[in-house]
């Protein structure tokens, strides 16, 4: 009997030593998310001088939307297109392993369904990138 409550007073404290990390985990999940937020989604200036930008790729997953990452990467060229300063947009990225979509071809469809059509500059897709 004596070392049943000796099995669960160890496993009791493990479990809070657990639990304690846990909550430390989380606790510091939402302070990085709060911080990429609150840094990256601030609004971005163009310089005057800029009339070309490069948007990055993200997987592609078969079968289903543009992931959130790549979403807001299209939707920032889509809002920096608004200001009529930008010429050309590239969209680069290929084709990831296990999937068939092409990173850049996806985002030059999904940009060209969702800008207004006076407002879509040049677009020069690179296809062959894997990794950036």
């Known amino acids: 009997m004596g070392v049943f409550f ?3 007073s160890f496993m009791r404290s493990n479990l809070l030593i657990i639990l304690k990390a846990f909550i430390c985990f989380a606790i510091g999940l939402y302070i990085c998310t709060f911080c990429t937020i609150y840094f990256y989604n601030g609004d971005t200036q163009i310089d ?5 930008i490069v948007v990055l790729g993200a997987a592609v997953v078969q079968n289903e939307d543009l992931n959130p990452c790549l979403t807001a990467r299209v939707d920032k060229a889509i809002e920096l297109s608004k200001s009529g300063k930008i010429k050309k947009i590239i969209f680069s990225g290929g084709v990831d392993e296990g999937t068939l979509k ?3 071809l996806e985002m030059k469809k999904y940009f ?3 800008a ?3 407002q879509i500059p040049e677009i ?3 296809e062959n990138s894997t990794t950036t």
């Open 6 to 8: 000796r099995m669960v």
């Open 102 to 104: 092409n990173e850049a």
């Open 124 to 126: 020069i897709t690179e």
């Open 116 to 118: 207004k059509s006076d």
């Open 112 to 114: 060209i369904s969702k």
């Open 48 to 52: 005057e001088n800029v009339d070309t």
